[in-house]
């Protein structure tokens, strides 16, 4: 067993010692090699680089074995295969999720356990499918929308209702008509409840959904809406409310006495009066305007290309949103088939995904629990514990001054200090080349070899190969 304070000091050797190359990215003091010339051992073929890059980006990181299973079927294969979760076996995840009763129930079943046990429950069943499913692009895609439509868990009753939030209407719709998702969110309890749907009556109309609408959902901040478009917006979201009492309780419910019956004018276009929901006709104006499939196109190209997308393939991306009338596998689908996509640099991961990078590459076992998540909170990105509705950010500059925590959980977790988070040291490979070539694909320089030779024990080496550079992207 490897004590955090040897560990630390074998990660500090590291921060101090690994080597940089003229077209290295640095964090911090940490430095990944962009082309490394490895001084022993077979770095990835061709073939299995480009698989690697493919489950880098359309999973949580390469799980045991995959790499040399997807350069066989191919890169391409794999892709389709991910685009159509339906038709992948899952009977691993399912099982692990299976045991949590409360992931099934509705309203107004969700308010038999307390707003606690709910969101912890969800959280598990989160981590879990990350971990183990092998749908593993509907689970990098449900993470997508729930940052698009980021709602938090501590705004009056979310904690319950996002559990039938998460299932019926992101999971339900991640891979189907952009138009239908944004239409479930917009009558969605949790929605409702987290940006004040309820409290937008007429005659009194809340802002607060309907701005978000426009610039975090559809168009864009700079997608051509005005003050007058978000107010009058408001005002054709009016009369859903969430039922309360016994009941019905959680359920949404439209209420004709609370909707404003006169005509609205958004984006040029007259919503007609009248006594009957404008959700359908606002969510069909928004979803077919220009900006939606340019804003869409950006924060996709983003989250499985890099910072800073060329516009080539945003463009490419935005067309065939546009042409299929906002359908997301096609999107998708475009995007990943692109010469960009295949070209694309190294990311920086983000804290959920590096967490759970790291089980997937060391076969650790997990119950997803408490503990598990604290390690989350420490290390900045717990699902559903973002407070504004912006989500989890992208870019590699919210992330990069995070390094300590990531040092900490590996250390916990070669050490056992996770609860039921574990992962057996000794069937992972054991020489430094063999184990840096499992966890990036090539050997070690000169530099990391020096750091290496500090770690004298298994748990050591698997820990500062977790805390490599390299391992840091994605």
Not at 187 to 209: H, I
Request: glycine residues 10%; hydrophobic residues 40%; neutral net charge.
């Amino acid at each position: 067993m490897t004590s955090r304070r040897t560990f630390l000091g074998y990660a500090g050797i590291a921060a101090a010692g690994l080597s940089v190359s003229a077209c290295s990215r640095p964090f911090r003091t940490l430095t990944r090699l962009a082309d490394p010339t490895p001084v022993s051992g077979t770095p990835d073929s061709r073939t299995a680089q480009a698989a690697r890059h493919v489950l880098n980006r359309l999973s949580f990181g390469p799980g045991v074995g995959e790499v040399g299973r997807v350069a066989e079927i191919g890169p391409d294969a794999y892709i389709e295969e991910q685009l159509a979760p339906d038709n992948v076996s899952d009977i691993a995840a399912q099982w692990k999720v299976r045991g949590i009763e409360s992931l099934g129930l509705g309203a107004p079943g969700v308010y038999d356990f307390s707003p606690e046990e709910m969101i912890g429950d969800l959280r598990r069943g989160t981590i879990l499918r990350a971990v183990y499913s092998r749908r593993q692009l509907n689970e990098v895609m449900v993470e997508f929308w729930n940052d698009h439509f980021n709602i938090y868990s501590e705004k009056g009753d979310c904690a319950r209702l996002l559990v039938v939030h998460d299932r019926e209407v992101i999971r339900k719709h991640a891979f189907g008509k952009f138009r239908d998702l944004v239409a479930a969110v917009a009558t969605s309890p949790a929605m409702l409840v987290y940006l004040d749907g309820m409290a937008n009556v007429t005659g009194k109309p809340n802002e607060n959904f309907a701005r978000e609408l426009l610039e975090l959902h559809t168009l864009g901040i700079h997608g051509g809406y005005n003050q007058g478009d978000v107010q009058a917006a408001a005002r054709a979201l009016n009369g859903w409310r969430v039922r309360e009492g016994l009941v019905g309780r959680g359920r949404a419910n439209f209420e004709t006495k609370f909707h404003d019956e006169g005509e609205k004018n958004v984006l040029g276009a007259v919503v007609p009066g009248g006594s009957t929901s404008n959700v359908d006709f606002l969510v069909n104006l928004v979803a077919d305007h220009p900006s939606t499939a340019q804003h869409l196109s950006i924060k996709l190209c983003r989250r499985f290309i890099g910072d800073a997308p060329p516009a080539s393939v945003v463009e490419k991306v935005g067309a065939r949103f546009r042409k299929t009338d906002g359908d997301i596998r096609e999107t998708l689908r475009e995007l990943f088939h692109s010469h960009e996509f295949t070209a694309a640099g190294p990311m920086f991961k983000r804290p959920f995904r590096f967490a759970v990078s790291v089980l997937r590459a060391t076969d650790a076992d997990t119950d997803g629990g408490k503990k598990f998540q604290k390690s989350l909170k420490d290390l900045g990105q717990l699902p559903f514990d973002r407070p504004t509705p912006d989500g989890f950010p992208d870019g590699d500059e919210h992330w990069h001054a995070h390094i300590l925590p990531r040092w900490n959980f590996v250390a916990s977790l070669v050490n056992g200090g996770i609860g039921k988070t574990a992962v057996d040291v000794g069937a992972l490979p054991n020489t430094p080349d063999e184990l840096s070539s499992h966890l990036i694909g090539r050997p070690l320089s000169a530099h990391e070899k020096t750091a290496f030779e500090t770690a004298t024990d298994p748990s050591g080496r698997l820990a500062l190969g977790l805390c490599l550079p390299d391992f840091q992207y994605h």
